[in-house]
């Protein structure tokens, strides 16, 4: 089951509009396929090793925490939730394809490099996965372990994956068709989704 968790949390990380998801769409657009995909699985393992940390961490502090401390966790992360909710559904507002011509992210030449330096400098990917330990743990989706945080990070890293993957194939291949409006639609239900899963995790706290 944590495995398709996984996976959908995988999506969320990705999904959302960003430098990174901007990076890789300029790869493609300006240079080719294969630097399109080598940005996006530069993504998705950054994804997986964020994942994992958050993970190990928020293990050994439940485990030096008082019972109470659960409950906290649970706020801290639906009030982040919220926030990269609320952001998600501005971005399905004003969300843009970048086209020829456009100024887009050049933070270096290569594509590893440039998510890497894109990546560790957006702090709003730090707070992703602050949430997402502190919801998987304090609901108990995500049992304690060390193999058990090693699959559920690899379900993540292939989530992100399979959005990159469909990403920089439908640009390069629909470059000159591709409708904005579709990316919107995804953006505002995701936006729905955290939305739901920060009400959710609010509720548990009372329950």
Same mark, same amino acid.
């Not at 949390?9 to 999904?15: E, R, S």
């Not at 591709?178 to 729905?192: D, E, H, N, S």
């Given at each position: 089951?944590?495995? +398709?968790? %996984?996976?959908?949390? $995988? !999506?969320? #990380? *990705? @999904?959302?509009?960003?430098?990174?998801?901007?990076?890789?769409?300029?790869?493609?657009?300006?240079?080719?396929? +294969?630097? %399109?995909?080598?940005? $996006? !699985?530069? #993504? *998705? @393992?950054?994804?997986?090793?964020?994942?994992?940390?958050?993970?190990?961490?928020?293990?050994?502090?439940?485990?030096?925490?008082?019972?109470?401390?659960?409950?906290?966790?649970? @706020?801290?992360?639906?009030?982040?939730?919220?926030?990269?909710?609320?952001?998600?559904?501005?971005?399905?507002?004003?969300?843009?394809?970048?086209?020829?011509?456009?100024?887009?992210?050049?933070?270096?030449?290569?594509?590893?490099?440039?998510?890497?330096?894109?990546?560790?400098?957006?702090?709003?990917?730090?707070?992703?996965?602050?949430?997402?330990?502190?919801?998987?743990?304090?609901?108990?989706?995500?049992?304690?372990?060390?193999?058990?945080?090693?699959?559920?990070?690899?379900?993540?890293?292939?989530?992100?994956?399979?959005?990159?993957?469909?990403?920089?194939?439908?640009?390069?291949?629909?470059?000159?068709?591709?409708?904005?409006?579709?990316?919107?639609?995804?953006?505002?239900?995701?936006?729905?989704?955290?939305?739901?899963?920060?009400?959710?995790?609010?509720?548990?706290?009372?329950?």
């Amino acid at each position: 089951m944590f495995i +398709f968790l %996984g996976i959908f949390v $995988g !999506l969320l #990380a *990705a @999904v959302p509009l960003g430098p990174v998801n901007v990076f890789v769409v300029s790869q493609s657009l300006k240079r080719d396929f +294969f630097h %399109g995909l080598l940005a $996006g !699985l530069t #993504a *998705a @393992v950054l994804d997986t090793a964020f994942c994992f940390v958050a993970l190990a961490g928020f293990f050994q502090i439940k485990l030096n925490l008082p019972p109470y401390a659960t409950s906290v966790l649970k @706020v801290v992360a639906a009030v982040i939730i919220l926030v990269l909710s609320a952001k998600l559904i501005h971005d399905s507002r004003t969300f843009t394809l970048p086209r020829a011509g456009d100024k887009l992210p050049s933070a270096a030449p290569r594509p590893i490099l440039g998510v890497l330096f894109l990546y560790v400098s957006n702090p709003t990917l730090y707070m992703f996965w602050v949430a997402v330990a502190g919801t998987v743990t304090g609901h108990g989706l995500v049992q304690f372990g060390a193999w058990t945080a090693v699959a559920f990070a690899a379900a993540v890293g292939v989530g992100s994956m399979l959005w990159y993957l469909s990403l920089v194939r439908f640009v390069s291949r629909q470059q000159d068709r591709i409708k904005p409006k579709t990316f919107r639609r995804i953006l505002f239900y995701m936006g729905l989704a955290l939305a739901a899963l920060a009400i959710y995790t609010l509720g548990t706290v009372f329950i």
